[in-house]
């Protein structure tokens, strides 16, 4: 069955920098494009990057341009999320999504706090 595991969230600084991972199984993931969502509390989910398979055409949302990076590695069937210069307004739980014809699935999240 499809697997998505987050890791990689927790507490950081205003202006710092954390790496997500999302570790994948269960489906042939160099085929599929694959996406980082976000949910802060009380606000709706929402697409933060989202990167394509095979050749990794990237798109990102306004409010992270020039500070996210979403790449993969197909051999470890992984997709990251690099966010650097970190702002309260960032922290939320982040998700790894993968669209599929049927339906979409989620991983479980990983919490990212941007606090002094």
């Known amino acids: 069955q499809v697997q998505l595991v987050e890791s990689g969230g927790g507490l950081v600084q205003p202006g710092g920098s954390l790496r997500l991972s999302c570790a994948a199984s269960?489906?042939?993931?160099?085929?599929?494009?694959m996406g980082w969502y976000r949910q802060a509390p009380g606000k709706e989910r929402e697409l933060v990057a989202r990167?394509?398979?095979?050749?990794?055409?990237?798109n990102y949302a306004d409010s992270v341009k020039g500070r996210f990076t979403i790449s993969r590695d197909n051999a470890k069937n992984t997709v990251y999320l690099q966010m650097n210069s970190l702002t309260p307004d960032d922290t939320a739980m982040y998700y790894c999504?993968?669209?599929?014809?049927?339906?979409?699935?989620w991983g479980q999240g990983t919490q990212v706090t941007v606090s002094s």
């Open positions: 990167i394509s398979s095979i050749i990794g055409i990237t």
């Open positions: 269960g489906f042939t993931f160099s085929t599929y494009a």
């Open positions: 999504n993968v669209q599929m014809v049927a339906r979409g699935y």
